[in-house]
């Protein structure tokens, strides 16, 4: 599975005096606190090969017959875990969710299950569709949401690392906000924060500036839920005759609405509707 590169950790890589580890590769020395920390947290771990990347010092191995790879700081704080895992092995919650959903019909490649540190428990299923030439990447919680659908490029400038980590003024922002919300990722990219997290049986996408200000909070919803004042609003308009087509509700500094997709033949249009029902 692969995870785009959201932050790279700048970390020592060797130092004196370190012992080394067996490995395939003579050339890495893993500290002997590193060495620890690995063993206590897979006590029944097989075949472990030992790598350097970006930083990190990252474990493959075998652990209960399924390939692993764990991701740790020199130190030996541990950051993720990426296990290859069969279809057949995924909770009942999310082989459902997916053969219910609109990517049913296409070919399973891969299956992974990403454990990282402070951060919800994902699968992510490798799908493609071989007559088009297109693959996805279908992130699950473990409860079965369908928290994004990606497109997987094979860029080379993609590879394995764990997600940025969260600043501490941001998540106190979101535990107070969003009580009881589990945070699923986090990146920084065009110097904003994009915190997803699963709050209310929803996945919501959490936006911060560069200075880290609160911007907006949205996730989809269903046309069903969309209130009467809205839908009322939409069939007393010149676009009463578009199909919505998708739905997000969005939580501002400024005030809350609902931004619809809609399309009428090969036209599609955006449109935002406040809560009490007047375009903006």
Known sequence: MKVKIYSVLIALLCAVGLQSCDSDDDHVVVPVELQKAFSEKYPSATRVEWEVEYGYYVADFYDNSYGASAWFSPDGKWYMTETDVPYAALPEVVKLA?????????????????????????????????????????????????????ADTDDDTEGYLP?????????????????????????????????????????????????????????????????????????????????????????????????????QRAKEVKVKIDTTGKFI
Not at 127 to 136: A, F, H, R
Not at 181 to 201: D, F, K
């Open 98 to 150: 997916f053969e219910q959903g609109e990517y049913s019909a296409w070919t399973v490649d891969d299956v992974d299950k990403l454990e990282r540190e402070g951060m919800e428990t994902v699968y992510v299923i490798e799908v493609e569709m071989k007559s088009q030439g297109m693959e996805m990447d279908l992130y699950y919680s473990v409860e079965g949401m369908l928290i994004k659908a990606v």
């Open 163 to 263: 997600p940025a980590q969260t600043p501490e003024a941001i998540l106190a922002f979101i535990n107070e906000k969003y009580p009881d919300a589990r945070l699923v990722e986090t990146e920084v990219e065009h110097g904003r924060t994009e915190v997803e997290i699963i709050h209310e049986g929803y996945c919501k996408e959490v936006i911060f500036d560069s200075n880290g200000n609160w911007v907006s909070t949205s996730w989809d919803i269903r046309r069903n839920e969309l209130p009467t004042v809205v839908t009322q609003a939409l069939a007393g308009s010149q676009y009463s005759a578009y199909t919505i087509d998708d739905v997000e509700y969005f939580e501002t500094p400024g005030g809350d609405y609902y931004l619809l997709e809609l399309e």
